[in-house]
């Protein structure tokens, strides 16, 4: 901070520094970690004669190689300027390779009609009738590679210390694609319909299905990202010190390097526009079963539905990353401390600013491998006594492309091509006073609005019926080709208010101890039950798309109150101790010398929220988007919980149930077309009590030789702090727990004793 960078030049000028003086700084670290996982693997050596002859292949190795580089650069132009440069790269790449050569296997398998071999697998065999299947798929990769440009200037004028910088970062991120399970491989299935028994499918030859999917590529997708700022501290008077400035980001989506991303355009009735990036690549890759599935264009309106659009960007006006990128990420800060005393001993400190989060790869991997998604099914038979295939052929013939009906077509995951970026309004003030004796107070007030947060709709859910949604017409839906149409939005909001009072004591007379207490809300909209930022993603799939409002609620692990207290005692005995300074050796070393430190931990539970399965009273599909809330009656909270019976059953009902009704807890039900009126967060867990204690003593066994002995404790007096109970009300075990909560969260007691020499 300014702080800091002044009081370096300040340093340089009180000793006299020379006008210009360089240093450098470089560092490199190479990790190399390797896990082999012995798998047994059959090759199959002649499949025309159906005879398997099965070998053992060498085992796969998995690869993880991070490396970091950093140099770094200051330059002190001048007692008052001072530059400093960094650059570095971080690479994690993690790879699973195998050690056999699947093409040549195949060869000799003499499988017929499969796509070309672009990576090395083996073909799935499937047995439904308890034989063990197998399959080799493609081998994973995760490639993430960061290289990082910094610049900072800091330039101090009489009661100013400015600092201008900038930050350019370029990222890349790779992993492998796949559709199914052995994509290019092939994936054939045995269930014994031909002759009794899935063995002896397979020993003939005859699947009952089979599948693969042309896969040439893999994820690729880069960017740049770009951020400068300005800002100043200013010395305005003896007790009053500004901070004030202004950063700018841009962050450009990320441009995928074979045109292997999708996105969907909402704007347009009826039908949506699908786009993919510019370039003949990009249109190369498009899958024809995906294409025939939304009606593509140029095809004939289906029942008074036109064709849906497939565009490439530079036709649809949009850039080749699919996403308007914001220009205009401006994030103001502004903080000042204050002494309203002449004394040193009261302070108040107070601040605002806007911090973006920055889109990375999430929100770039859900737009791969959609429209390139080429995935070709085959069905067999026997008719005349003549199977329509037999291995080594794996198909009737034909493409293998279906004419699916429309309203199955999947979107795995869209993004609002207008996606804000997310940003927060951070705020506190604070007051802090020094009451003697080592020992100050401080009580703060911090609040943070999140803006444009994350959230995980689906664009395709209809207006709830009580009609059932697998019998409602495709028309019900804003896009009737399509059935789930899931995305990645921004528009939710969150918002956090806590009051803190903390009083600090600095090591004195052998005490020191921190002791803070926190008085918190935390409410969002952002998910089903938010569990804190949910990230680029959000916080799972809403169960009302339409009524954002209708999911807010607390955020499941902010505790209403939370005070946690830690503390070091020397105790008084021993050597330059209050007691027993004079004391016998002997004495001193058994008696003297010990130190005990712990942290004490109470907090009240976590915010949960009430779920059902089964049934879709909405007649949405919302099962397929995940938890449902049931109506609530009553609070489900009740005075003096027990492990058994922690939150109220009763008081919660299927949507459309009687409360008492024999009924109540059966959800499947014809729909009623709504939602249950249950709240997000509602339900309060089993809060925590723990402490955790630790000894501690220094054996001097001659100059340069000493004995330590340590012990911990973790949750000393073994206080039963109880895990989550259940909360579907459709389960016995709704509000019911029978376990305790991990040891890193105020388990069970575990100690640990160490003993250590140092020489």
Request: aromatic share 12%; with cysteine.
């Amino acid at each position: 901070g300014p702080t800091e960078v002044q009081r370096s030049a300040n340093f340089r000028k009180n000793e006299a520094a020379p006008i210009t003086s360089r240093q450098f700084d470089v560092r490199l670290d190479h990790v190399l970690t390797s896990r082999q996982s012995l798998f047994g693997r059959l090759s199959y050596k002649k499949i025309s004669s159906i005879s398997p002859n099965w070998a053992l292949l060498p085992a796969d190795t998995s690869e993880t190689i991070p490396r970091n580089f950093l140099l770094s650069h200051n330059f002190t132009i001048s007692p008052q300027l001072l530059n400093e440069f960094r650059f570095g790269f971080t690479l994690n790449e993690s790879a699973t390779k195998y050690h056999f050569d699947g093409r040549k296997i195949v060869g000799e398998m003499g499988l017929q009609n499969l796509p070309p071999l672009t990576y090395n697998g083996l073909p799935a065999f499937n047995f439904g009738q308890g034989t063990s299947s197998f399959s080799k798929g493609k081998p994973g990769f995760s490639y993430s590679h960061l290289y990082q440009w910094n610049n900072n200037l800091t330039w101090v004028r009489n009661r100013h210390t400015f600092k201008f910088g900038g930050d350019l970062r370029k990222i890349r991120a790779q992993s492998a694609l796949s559709f199914i399970s052995t994509d290019n491989y092939g994936q054939f299935n045995f269930d014994g319909r031909f002759a009794g028994r899935d063995v002896a499918d397979f020993l003939y030859g005859l699947p009952f299905y089979s599948a693969f999917a042309s896969t040439n590529m893999d994820n690729d997708g880069g960017t740049w990202h770009y951020a400068v700022f300005a800002q100043d501290s200013f010395k305005a008077t003896s007790r009053l010190t500004l901070e004030y400035g202004l950063r700018w980001e841009y962050h450009p989506p990320y441009l995928d390097a074979n045109g292997n991303i999708t996105n969907f355009d909402r704007t347009v009735p009826l039908t949506g526009r699908v786009i993919i990036p510019s370039g003949k690549r990009a249109l190369e890759i498009a899958a024809p079963g995906f294409l025939l599935s939304i009606n593509a264009c140029p095809a004939p309106a289906w029942q008074g539905i036109p064709c849906t659009p497939f565009l490439q960007a530079d036709q649809a006006g949009w850039p080749d990353g699919l996403r308007f990128a914001e220009k205009h990420d401006f994030a103001p800060r502004f903080g000042f401390a204050y002494r309203p005393f002449d004394d040193a001993k009261t302070v108040v400190r107070g601040g605002v600013g806007r911090y973006f989060m920055i889109p990375l790869g999430s929100v770039y991997y859900g737009l791969t491998g959609i429209h390139s998604s080429d995935v070709r099914e085959f069905s067999n038979s026997i008719t005349g006594g003549q199977p329509a295939f037999r291995l080594p052929q794996i198909s009737p013939g034909g493409s293998g492309v279906r004419a699916v009906s429309y309203g199955n077509a999947y979107f795995g995951t869209a993004e609002d091509p207008y996606y804000k970026d997310p940003y927060a309004i951070q705020w506190h003030l604070t007051v802090e006073r020094d009451l003697g004796w080592d020992t100050g107070v401080r009580l703060s007030y911090i609040g943070q609005r999140f803006i444009q947060q994350p959230w995980a709709p689906d664009l395709n859910q209809p207006l709830p019926s009580t009609v059932p949604y697998a019998q409602r017409p495709l028309t019900d839906r804003p896009f009737p080709y399509w059935g789930r149409v899931y995305s990645y939005d921004t528009g939710a909001n969150m918002v956090y208010n806590a009051g803190q009072v903390e009083v600090i004591h600095r090591f004195r007379s052998g005490l020191s101890f921190n002791s803070a207490w926190t008085w918190a809300k935390h409410l969002s909209d952002a998910g089903p039950a938010p569990t804190g930022f949910g990230g680029e993603t959000g916080n799972g799939r809403v169960t009302d798309s339409l009524n954002r409002r209708s999911n807010r609620g607390n955020v499941a692990p902010t505790r209403r109150h939370r005070w946690i207290t830690n503390a070091i005692y020397e105790l008084p005995f021993g050597k330059g101790r209050r007691y027993m300074n004079s004391a016998h050796p002997v004495l001193q070393g058994l008696a003297g010398g010990w130190r005990i430190s712990s942290i004490l931990l109470l907090q009240t539970g976590p915010y949960l929220t009430a779920v059902f399965t089964g049934g879709d009273p909405s007649g949405t599909n919302a099962p397929a988007r995940g938890s449902q809330r049931p109506d609530a009656v009553r609070s489900g909270n009740i005075p003096n919980p027990t492990a058994d019976r922690w939150w109220d059953r009763e008081a919660f009902v299927c949507p459309g149930r009687l409360p008492g009704a024999p009924d109540q807890f059966n959800c499947n039900v014809p729909p009623i077309g709504r939602f249950g009126n249950g709240g997000v967060g509602t339900l309060v867990g089993p809060g925590t009590i723990n402490l955790s204690m630790g000894i501690g003593k220094q054996f001097p066994i001659r100059e340069r030789a000493t004995l330590k002995f340590e012990a911990s404790f973790t949750n000393l007096p073994n206080h039963p702090n109880l895990a989550n109970p259940g909360n579907n009300i459709t389960s016995i075990a709704f509000g019911r727990t029978t376990s305790a909560r991990g040891s890193d969260s105020g388990g069970n007691r575990v100690g640990q004793m160490a003993l250590r020499l140092e020489f």
